[in-house]
């Protein structure tokens, strides 16, 4: 079973910038087999959305409310999911969640349903 555990979440600014990380762990074949893995977030009375994926080759999708704002990469070696946010907007206020899902392909990489995998989440809170 993989676990996701992620870390970095807090209060900034309008302008600011923080860094998630995500953490994930298993038995060693369950990591091999993970392909996509990205970050949503959901706000107070939203539902969770899709910030960005990427997939184990390398090749990243980023929502349009993030681009040019957001970078996500990943360490395979220290089996490590990150999520660098800068330029900071009130409206990125979020639980923000980590997600994995080893489906050798997602025709649309920002459907919920296709990550069994989840983290706890981090809250984000950018102030005005």
């Known amino acids: 079973q993989v676990q996701l555990v992620e870390s970095g979440g807090g209060s900034v600014q309008s302008g600011g910038s923080l860094r998630l990380s995500c953490a994930a762990s298993?038995?060693?074949?369950?990591?091999?087999?993970?392909?996509?893995m990205g970050w949503f977030r959901q706000a107070p009375g939203k539902e969770r959305e899709g910030v960005a994926s990427?997939?184990?080759?390398?090749?990243?999708t980023y929502a349009d409310s993030v681009k040019g704002r957001f970078t996500i990469s990943q360490d395979n070696g220290k089996n490590t999911l990150y999520l660098q946010m800068n330029s900071l907007k009130p409206e990125d206020t979020a639980m923000y969640y980590c997600?994995?899902?080893?489906?050798?392909?997602?025709?649309?990489?920002?459907?919920?349903?296709?990550?069994?995998?989840w983290g706890q989440g981090t809250q984000v809170t950018v102030s005005s």
């Open positions: 997600a994995a899902t080893a489906r050798p392909y997602l025709r649309r990489v920002f459907d919920v349903g296709d990550y069994p995998y």
């Open positions: 298993g038995p060693s074949y369950a990591l091999s087999y993970l392909s996509y």
């Open positions: 990427i997939v184990d080759y390398g090749s990243t």
